[in-house]
């Protein structure tokens, strides 16, 4: 049966892995025994929008099936890896020819080269990669590598952006941490942050010559979406360079999701160190950092900054990524685009049609969702209109008829190749029935 044959409803999915009596009550009884909260990721736990998570069974394309044999249209896609949609056949064959000849070597690979060559050969100015086995690690190596490189110890984040869970840049960290409305992390000594300074998004810092790198997401996608206005990245990349620091782009969301080139090709303004993820491993572990040779040089085996991974480069992962890369040329960031451009504009017209007040930015083929009139333009403004309670009501409406967005404020929309015309107007009748209810609801 194709996987869009299936009704939303109703029981049959089965599952591999779960059970027919399986339910999401019980599997989540079970789960919160055993693992803390239920969950492997906080993101998932539904606590800020109440409730029980889905149990996943399978996926394919822009749906997934919970286990008790529940559709819906998938606009959480991994947060971010989903860029196919779920299980699209090239990747999948990809996967199961590179278990076919072995999970794991602790050997240089070929897939290795093509796909750094693949990187570099995207992205202007990225002579040289190294691929790590999540986001997380390629931040926290990237960092280590800029103050080995400049013999500088301060780190600059801003405020509201995320870059995985390194002791030293959870501060004030977007995602998850903002989610569960804490400041950072228990566990972090005053010692591990006492070199992080936190600036607001959207506001080029002043800078010093103790500044080894300024980490930022050119495009915030963990405070919700918030764009960088005018002027800000290149003020960054002028700041940088007056004081000696590299300017580093996390670009584990919007690398190879925006355009070819990522934020770099899409406004122009050119850092020295880059760090990707989800995107290039095809849903599979991975991240990865780069710079010029001559930065990259710094790295062990070449310089004295040490970095490694039993599992970097990992064969399934670079084969998934490779064929996830392969079917991302121009073409399909045109579809991206437009899929976003119609989503965007038909729950701007749900929202506003039912009277509430709600912001949809977007850029290129990323969404983010405010139930405010003016889309944020930093952190204060992002944590005050996703925690005024509106969205939870939306989560649930639109989990009720089907679709499922990420069970917190904070994360960012990730329409992917696999949603065509049908799943966009199916979303958008959702929120338009879910926004009168939210109507209701308030009046
Ligand atoms: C911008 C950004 N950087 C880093 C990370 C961390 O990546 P990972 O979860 O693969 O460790 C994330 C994860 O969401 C992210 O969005």
Redesign the pocket.
């Known amino acids: 049966m194709s996987a869009s044959g299936r009704g939303a409803g109703g029981r049959g999915v089965g599952g591999r892995g779960a059970s027919s009596t399986d339910t999401n009550e019980s599997l989540f009884d079970r789960a919160q025994r055993v693992i803390p909260g239920g969950v492997n990721s906080p993101v998932r736990a539904f606590r800020s929008v109440g409730g029980t998570p889905y149990f996943v069974a399978e996926a394919s394309g822009p749906f997934v099936y919970d286990v008790e044999g529940r559709r819906y249209i998938d606009y959480v896609q991994s ?2 890896p989903g860029i196919c949609g779920h299980a699209h056949p090239a990747v999948v064959e990809a996967v199961k020819q590179a278990a076919g000849r072995g999970t794991s070597y602790g050997a240089p690979t070929h897939n290795e080269v093509l796909m750094a060559e693949e990187m570099s050969a995207r992205v202007e100015g990225l002579e040289m990669v190294r691929l790590t086995n ?4 390629a ?1 926290m190596s990237a960092v280590r590598l800029a103050r080995g490189v400049t013999g500088r110890p301060t780190v600059v984040k801003f405020a509201g952006c ?4 390194s002791d030293a840049l959870l501060v004030a960290g977007g ?1 998850g941490v903002a989610q569960q409305g804490l400041a950072g992390s228990e566990g972090v000594t005053p010692g591990a942050v006492a070199d992080t300074i936190v600036a607001p998004y959207n506001v080029v810092p002043e800078l010093d010559e103790s500044v080894a790198v300024v980490c930022v ?1 050119p495009v915030a ?2 405070m919700g979406l918030v764009a960088p206005q005018p002027g800000f990245l290149q003020g960054l990349r002028d700041a940088c360079d007056e004081v000696g620091a590299l300017l580093l782009f ?1 670009e ?2 919007t690398g190879f999701r925006l355009c070819r080139g990522g934020a770099a090709e899409w406004f122009g303004v050119q850092p020295d160190v880059w ?1 990707f ?2 995107v290039i491993g095809g849903g599979l572990p991975i ?1 990865a950092f780069g710079a010029s040779t001559e930065i990259m040089s710094g790295l062990a085996p070449l310089g004295g900054v040490y970095q490694a991974g039993t599992l970097s480069g990992n064969p399934l992962a670079t084969a998934a990524g490779l064929a996830t890369l392969s079917l991302l040329d121009d073409d399909a960031y045109r579809q991206l685009e437009a899929t976003a451009v119609v989503l965007q504009e038909g729950l701007e017209g749900a929202f506003a049609a039912a009277g509430v007040a709600a912001a949809v930015p977007r850029v290129g083929p990323l969404l983010g969702l405010f139930f405010t009139e003016e889309a944020p333009v930093d952190f204060d403004e992002a944590r005050k209109a996703a925690d005024n309670g509106c969205y939870p009501k939306f989560f649930h409406g639109m989990l009720r008829r089907g679709v499922a967005f990420a069970p917190g404020a904070y994360e960012a929309i990730f329409p992917s190749l696999a949603h065509t015309p049908a799943e966009i107007d199916a979303t958008v009748s959702a929120a338009a029935e879910t926004a009168l209810e939210m109507a209701d609801d308030s009046g």
Do not use: P
Request: glycine fraction near 22%; include cysteine.
């Open positions: 947060y971010g999540s986001g997380t690690e931040v995320y870059h995985g869970h995602s997401e996608a963990n996390d584990v969301i760090c993820g989800k991240g």
